[in-house]
Structures are given as C-alpha cells and as structure tokens.
C-alpha cells in the first residue's frame, strides 16, 4: 500500500515538472506586433430628423428688390460666330517677258517646224526635192500656201546669195525670215485703257471648247498683273457653272463679277456688266459671252446684239476671238464667220502649248488681218502671254 502510494506521488511530481517545461519554452517565443490601432473617425453629423431643432441662421448681406437686375423682355443676346476669313487674294506673276519664260512649253513646235527646217536646210545640195520638203514641212505647222510660198522663195534667193552655209548663219537667216513672216510691226497691244473714258470695254468670242471662260479669267488676271482694276460680266448664260466658273477666276485676283440668272439674256448681263463698271471706276470690263457655234445663224446674231446693246454706254474697245492652235486650218473657218458679225481686233490663241502647228499663228493673222495677242502656253492660271514674235520664233528654231 506505502509502494502504490508512493508511485502515485512520484508521477504527480513527475507530471507537474513536464507541464512546467512547456510552459517555459512557450513564454520564450516571439510574439506578433499587435495590430495598428485604426485611425479615430469622426462620424458625420446625423441628419435632421423631425423635432430636431434648427440651428441658428448666420447674418448674410441681402440685396433689395431695387438692387436686382431684372430682365427688361428684350431678345436674347444672341453670340455670333466670328466670320470666316476669305480666301487671300492672289498676286499674279509680272506679264512682262512671260513668254520668254513659257519657252519651254513650245518644244514639240520647236521640234517640227523649226529643227525640221534647219535640218533641210543644212543639207549640202538643196535641190528641188529638199525645197519640197521645205514647203511640206510648213504646209505641216500649218502656215498656209501663200504666207509658205513666200517664205521659200524668199529662202532660196538668199541661201543662193549666202552660198557656203554654216549652221550660225542658217539659223540667223531663218530666224528673220521667220519674224517677218509673223509680222513684227503689228500692234499687239490689248486696247483697255481708253483716253477719254473709263472702262475700256473688252468682248470675248470664240465656239464651245477653245477654253473661252479659262481664257477671259486669266485675262484678268494678265490685267491685274498690271495694275488694272477689273470687272467681269459673265454674260455665257447658256452653259451651266460658265458664271460660277468665271467668279471664281474673279475672287482669286480680286475682281468684281457681275452674273445674271441661268438662261437670262445675255445682252442684259453685259449691259449691268458695263454699268457696274463704270459706277466702281474700274479701268476694264471684260465680256465673256456663250460660246455659240459658228454654224448656227440665230446665235451669231445674238452675238451682234450683245455688241450693240453695250455699245449703248460706250463703244467696245477689244474684241478677242479665241482660238484652238490645235485645229489648224478649220479654225480659219471659224475665224472667218466670226469676223462676219463682229469686228474682230485680236486673236487669242490656247493650247499652243506642245502643238506642232504654230503655224496657225501666220495663217489667222493674214486671213482676218488682225494681231495674234495672247497666246495660250499650258494648263496654269499664269499661262496665258502677250505674244511677242521674236521670242516666239526664237522658240520655235531653239538655241
């Protein structure tokens, strides 16, 4: 009994010695950081509820019925968009030496009349198949028979007299033969500048498709490089856009243009046209009519009404047949009816450019007995020049 009491105590100790142990080692390991404290929020004040008394409203500056801007029932104030702004008006390059300038342009005439004639010419026995070729070639460029009979025969009297030729004095020789041929003593001058009055009056004719409208825009612009003031009267009311496309010629250069109602009368249009003109003081009103067909009697006599009812206010000054350098001799035709009806002072050739009939130049000119002026050198707003003859042929015979 002592030994079963004994065990029982020791086994007590036993125990209570281990349990210490653990505890022990327990206490020794590291403890986690408490958690941050959170951060005191203040809650927000709880709305009112019924019962709650108000609090007591702050002093505030008020305004008196008298000192309140009242609406007096006027139209609203209405912000307007600023305009937008115009297209800047151009400033066309000077007119002086502009041909000069578009040499370049007649290269293929250079190359089919005037090196096909040196080219002959050079050869060293001109016999009579070589004078023949001469002639062709001429015939080709469309000088005409009478104005290249003339030229050969002038050729051949002074080649025989030359005797020895050497390409300088070849070239020499046709380049004046050539100038002569074109007419260097012709007034060339566009007449728009009248002494006893202002404006100078300016018809444009010529058929559908010879560049009409192109040509009396850029006209104006020729005018205005110049310093001229200019009016338009877009008197081709037949041909749907023709005002709307000679306007627009107009506002780049800055010229007034003066349009009546599509299929309105033409007369009438050009009549406002020359009045307008002479109310803004411009220097030159230009005339762009319809583009009528020579073949259609009715039409050119309408044609010679519009010259007439604007000779009403003053006498027209110019009156420009506008040609095609690439019909040749049918342009002749056209020329001829033209004339017929009005009195035509000055041919406008177009499309001159890379043609090789710049002959047309010497035939239209001693078919109708006036001046090529203008001539047409390409596609651009400042390719249209005064036609000066020597620098011309100087372009058509190269350097």
Known sequence: MDIVI?????????????????VGSRRKKQLPPPPPAAPDITAPPAEPHVGDEAETPREEPRRTIEEVDLPDGSAPVVVEEPPAEAPGIE???????????????????????????????????????????????????????????????????????????????????????????????????????????????????????????????????????????VVLGAADTFRAAAADQLQTWGERVGAHTVRGPEGGDPASVAFDAVKEGKEMGANVVLIDTAGRLHTKTGLMDELGKVKRVVEKQAPVDEVLLVLDATTGQNGLVQARVFAEVVDITGIVLTKLDGTAKGGIVVAVQRELGVPVKLVGLGEGADDLAPFEPEAFVDALIGE
């Open 6 to 22: 004994l065990a029982v105590v020791i086994a007590v100790v036993v125990l209570g010695a281990l349990g210490g142990l653990i």
């Open 91 to 229: 400033i066309p390059e000077p007119t002086a030496g502009r041909l000069v300038r578009l040499r370049a342009r007649l290269s293929r005439s250079q190359n089919a009349l005037g090196k096909g004639l040196l080219t002959l010419l050079s050869r060293e026995h001109l016999d009579e198949d070589t004078w023949e070729e001469i002639e062709d070639t001429l015939l080709t460029a469309d000088v005409g028979v009478q104005p290249t009979q003339e030229l050969v025969e002038r050729l051949r009297e002074r080649v025989k007299v030359l005797g020895t030729r050497t390409p300088d004095e070849l070239r020499t020789l046709l380049r004046e033969e050539l100038i002569t041929l074109v007419g260097p003593d012709m007034d060339r001058a566009v007449k728009t500048e009248p002494e006893d009055r202002k404006p100078g009056i300016v018809m444009v004719v010529g058929v559908n498709g010879t560049g009409k409208t192109t040509t009396t825009g850029k006209l104006a612009r020729v005018l205005v490089a110049d310093g001229q003031s």
